[in-house]
């Protein structure tokens, strides 16, 4: 890492693309994510091509402390160590995707629908992170690079096809012309499913224009929308395969019991109208050497519609229980709209400091309701938070970042109002033991508050809302430079979390356990053997453990050992990549059954005839591994996509 640059760490994310720029004493860069002086991981657009990935959750299946994890949706969500699906941050080009997370269970973030092609850069930040992003996450924050239009307007088309009736188009146009850039995408992607009812289309489009209004400004609107429909496979049972019925949350699921789902042979569950846009504009300046600023105004709008067909009486199921006795499709729906603006700064404080500070507001508005009877939910969530934060050169080895950050809840749930509020610092501190080694450790405070939903199902309930969720997270790393062809990064992480807000039964109100403990080990090893033949290992190790009322029990649904290989090798026009990973069991709760572990590789084929035209064959799960990533739910076995890509 670059010794004295490093201690100036939280320039807005945007310039990071930009050249360097000069203090009085010193040179600024924004450079990697090594310079948050936590545990980081990026994969480059040379590695994203070189892999085959598809989409953002092809590319971080294969980073070390992540595991992708099957939600409701069909979609994909990450974990990352060991924390929630919702408790991780998401940046496309500096706005925030996904913003609903932590806000609301059904604003899920499904990570395959954002394509592989319109990504430059991905980057990963895990651990007590920096405060600029917020401090409601326990996970960490995944900072994703689009790319950028260059010379000429130019297309790039990727059209493929594979097995279960599955087609993958995607389009870029993008290009630049004096002060002005631009790139524009749009995808569709259809699956039958290998599961009965399990086909699922997804539309996708995104784009930027970046306008220069200046040699130290710029102004950028960017933007994406994605319709997902899905329909969710019925449980098997891996003993006797047979079909069970899917047993899903509903917007209002305690006035639907399992047992009349189960007497009404309710089937065919999908949502439909799965809708998210998020809409952004935000200007960049760096007035002088010493001081620059950005301001982001954002707006989103998300909604989906939960169905599940349902018997009449004559034909075996009970549905004169329900209002409207007449109807056999049954929808539960979410709708929301919100608003958001952040500001940051940083100006250079002699030679030493790096100061940053910055604001954030949004405000959510949402209801819920169902065409089968009355009820309904409805609410606000507002959120502020703001931050200061000191980047500190000691010297030329010795670098730290103290930073604090204060965040305020205001929700109202049916009329229903509560506040909260948290407060909460960061410090890291990495330190050069040699040009090839380098240690850092990070502690830090985070917080989850309980999601605008959450609340109003406890509300109904008459149960009390749940206490927000404090964590306390710690990391130990080191970094070894073997040569400018190999690395190796090590980590060690604890999270104590108290009051961790679960749901105990399914449909049912929210509670706080009293302490989980989460703790782990990992790490990257990367290594090019030649101009072309390269490989990367990783390994995770973790355990969680509950404790409350005395007793303590594990967490469920967390891996507790995860291992990633990948290899490639490229010779003339040919070039082929090879993926493995293997997955510990895991527990799934005392009422059911554990899921044992399993191992599974890909493979990756391209050949390139020439510079715009390329030919892929993915076969994933090429050893026809039978397994379950998801409880009674087994996984795709082998299967394939061959494809074309070309510019013109």
Known sequence: MAAIAAGFVFLPQVYAADSAYKTDAITVEAEDVDKYLVTTNTITEQEIAERGYRNLADILSQVPGLYMAPADKNSKMVRIRGAEVGQTKVYIDGIPAFPLNGIASNAAADLSTIPADSIAKVEIIKGPGPVKYGTDYKGGVILVTTKDGNGAGKFRLSIAGGSHHTYDMHLCYSGSDKNISYTLNASKRH??????????????????????????SFLMLSGYYSNMDSEISNSVDPITRKTLIANINWSLAQNIP????????????????FKQTNIALQYESRPSDKW????????????????????????GGSISSYSYAALEWYRSGWFSTGNGIETNASAALGNKHQLSFGAKYIKLD???????????????????GFYIEDAWSFNAKTRMTIGVRHESLSQDANNIKSTDHAIDPVLNITHDLTKSDTLRFSV????????????ATNIRANVPVPKPERDRNFEFGWKHRFSPKSELDLAVFYTDVTDRIVRLVRGGPYYNVDQTKIRGVEFGYQHKFTQNFSSFANYTWMSAEDKANGKTTGATGIPHQIFNLGLTYREGKWRSTLLGRAVSGWTNGSSYPNSTGYFTADL????????????????NNIFNRDYQDKLYHPAEGTNFLLGVDMSF
């Open 604 to 619: 990756d084929l391209r050949y390139e005839p020439q510079t715009d035209l390329g030919v892929f064959l993915r076969v």
């Open 292 to 315: 620059q600023y950005d301001v982001k105004y954002y707006h989103l709008i998300d909604e989906n519609n939960l169905w599940v067909h349902n018997l009449s009486t004559s034909e």
């Open 258 to 273: 399992n047992a009349v789902k189960r007497n009404n042979k309710a089937n065919n569950w999908h949502y439909k109208g």
């Open 444 to 455: 830090g405070r985070t917080h989850v508050f309980v999601q605008a939903k959450s609340a």
């Open 366 to 384: 949402w209801h819920t309701d169902e065409n089968n009877t009355n009820l309904s939910d409805k609410g606000t969530d507002k959120r502020t």
């Open 191 to 216: 699956t039958g499913g290998y599961l009965p009812n399990s086909a699922n289309d997804k539309l996708y489009f995104d784009g930027k224009i970046k306008f220069k209004m200046s040699d130290k």
